[in-house]
């Protein structure tokens, strides 16, 4: 019940386009849904969160959709550019972050 | 933002020796700390949480005996792999945390044991 599941494992994207990352949890007490992105050799740094009391929140080209009742939500990356090639982890927290298992993006130019 | 420090960036050491990691919170108090282990091309596994100035709360499968955790203060902690092994060879990272629960990530450490 602790297990967030992340998908695709991979992804490879044409500069320009759409990439969306897809998480799902079990656990209804998790109450902090934060995305990280992580450069090779390099700690996680936080992209965009959200609380469930919302269903979308974006901050310039990412945006998170939350869907409560399917407990699920995702990472979008608008007009994806080759800088944002990493790999992406989704986390969910009811006081400890718990990791989805990642996915490496690829943006090619 | 959050400034968080790790040191050292990387270290190699030999099997059967023991290694610290500092941790710093360079602009905020850390109530809280995490710290995290990571194999290439894996996501990141909490090892165990500590509060200023209490023991550390290991997860189910860490040795707290080989992994030694001290949250002295509010803006250090230190991680001491004991007597290092091969397997051990990891990237660890700390994230402390302040009272808004909100969890910052250091740079990582990169420890090979050979």
């Known amino acids: 019940q602790q297990q967030v599941k992340q998908s695709p494992q991979s992804l490879i994207v044409q500069k320009g386009g759409i990439s969306i990352i897809n998480c799902a949890y079990e656990n209804t007490a998790f109450d902090y849904f934060p995305w990280y992105q992580q450069f090779p050799g390099k700690g996680p740094a936080l992209l965009i969160a959200i609380r469930p009391d919302v269903s979308e929140k974006k901050e310039g080209r990412f945006t998170i959709s939350f869907n409560k009742s399917a407990k699920q939500f995702s990472l979008h990356i608008m007009d994806s550019q080759p800088g944002d090639s990493a790999t992406y982890f989704c986390?969910?927290?009811?006081?400890?972050?718990?990791f989805g298992q990642g996915t490496e993006l690829s943006v090619k130019p | 933002g959050a400034v968080v420090s790790q040191h050292p960036s990387w270290v190699i050491c030999k099997s059967g020796t023991s290694v610290k990691i500092e941790c710093r919170s360079l602009d905020f108090q850390a109530t809280t700390m995490f710290w995290y282990r990571q194999f290439p091309k894996q996501s990141l596994m909490l090892m165990a949480t500590s509060n200023e100035g209490s023991k550390a709360t290991y997860e189910q499968g860490v040795e707290k005996d080989k992994f030694l955790i001290n949250h002295a203060s509010l803006t250090l902690s230190t991680l001491t792999v004991t007597s290092a092994h091969p397997e051990d060879s990891s990237f660890y990272i700390c994230s402390p945390s302040e009272q808004t629960r909100e969890q910052y990530f250091g740079p990582g450490t990169r420890l090979t044991v050979t």
């Open positions: 986390a969910a927290s009811g006081g400890k972050l718990i």
